[in-house]
C-alpha cells in the first residue's frame, strides 16, 4: 500500500512566522505535488516536483518555496505565513510507470492568525 | 487548460438507493481519478481510470474518453458513503486538475 505522511494534521501559526510542512512518501515515487483546498476553489496546484531538487511552479504558487533534498520528502515552505494563507493543505505523490496515478496524505489544516 | 465539471453538486440519497455521478472533461488526457474525500478530509483513492470499466465492491466507474466524460456508480449506497467525490484529469505533464466536486449525503 502506498503511504503518503504529512508532519502535522492541524496546525497553528502567528502572521510573520516561517512555516514548514513536511510530506514523506513511502513508495520510491518520482513525482510530488503540493495542492491547498479552500471552500468554493476547490483543490488547487501549489508546486510539484518530478525529481530531487528539481520542482515546478503550479496554479498558484506566491507566497510559498519549496525544497527537495531527498527523493522521498517534499517540503512547502511558506516564508512569511499570512492569514489568506489558511488551508487545508494536501500533498501526493506518484510514480511514473504507475501512469501518474497520484496517492495523497491526510492533508494539513494551516490556521494563521 | 482543461476544463472539468461534476454533475451534480449536491445528492442526498436514502440508504439503500443507487445513483451515478457524472465528471465531463473538455479535452483529451492521460489520466482521470476518481477520489472520496472523507469527514477527516483525506482523499481516498477510487479509481484510476482513463478509459474503460472497472468495477470495486459496490463502486463502478466508466470512462468514455472519445467523448470526454467519466461516470462513476454507487450502488446500494450506505451513510459511510457520505462525503465529497472527486473527479480529477490529468493535463500535460504530471499535473491533475480537479472538479469542484459532488457532495453526497445518504440518510440511514
Known amino acids: 500500500d502506498v503511504k503518503v505522511t504529512q508532519s502535522s494534521r492541524y496546525l497553528v501559526k502567528r502572521t510573520g512566522e516561517k512555516v514548514f510542512l513536511e510530506c514523506v512518501q513511502d513508495?520510491?515515487?518520482?513525482?510530488m505535488f503540493w495542492y491547498r483546498q479552500d471552500p468554493g476553489l476547490g483543490l488547487r496546484l501549489i508546486y510539484f516536483?518530478?525529481?530531487?531538487?528539481?520542482?515546478e511552479k503550479g496554479d498558484i504558487p506566491e507566497g510559498y518555496s519549496v525544497s527537495r533534498e531527498k527523493k522521498e520528502r517534499f517540503s512547502l515552505i511558506l516564508e512569511s505565513a499570512s492569514t489568506n494563507q489558511t488551508s487545508m493543505y494536501l500533498c501526493?505523490?506518484?510514480?511514473?510507470?504507475?501512469?501518474?496515478?497520484?496517492?495523497f496524505g491526510p492533508g494539513t489544516r494551516l490556521t494563521v492568525t | 487548460g482543461i476544463q472539468v465539471e461534476q454533475s451534480p453538486p449536491d445528492l442526498i440519497l436514502q440508504e439503500g438507493a443507487n445513483s451515478t455521478l457524472r465528471c465531463n472533461f473538455s479535452?483529451?488526457?492521460?489520466?482521470l481519478q476518481w477520489f472520496h474525500q472523507n469527514p477527516w478530509g483525506q482523499l481516498i483513492n477510487l479509481f484510476y481510470?482513463?478509459?474503460g470499466t472497472k468495477q470495486n465492491g459496490r463502486l463502478s466507474a466508466t470512462t468514455v474518453a472519445t467523448e470526454r466524460y467519466s461516470l462513476l456508480y454507487i450502488s446500494s449506497s450506505q451513510t459511510t458513503d457520505s462525503g465529497v467525490y472527486f473527479c480529477?484529469?490529468?493535463?500535460?505533464?504530471?499535473?491533475?486538475?480537479f472538479g469542484a466536486g459532488t457532495i453526497l449525503r445518504v440518510k440511514s
Open positions: 516536483s518530478y525529481d530531487v531538487k528539481m520542482k
Open positions: 481510470i482513463p478509459s
Open positions: 480529477a484529469v490529468g493535463e500535460y505533464g504530471n499535473k491533475l486538475v
Open positions: 479535452d483529451s488526457v492521460n489520466n
Open positions: 501526493a505523490s506518484s510514480h511514473i510507470a504507475g501512469g501518474n496515478e497520484q496517492y
Open positions: 513508495m520510491d515515487h518520482e513525482n
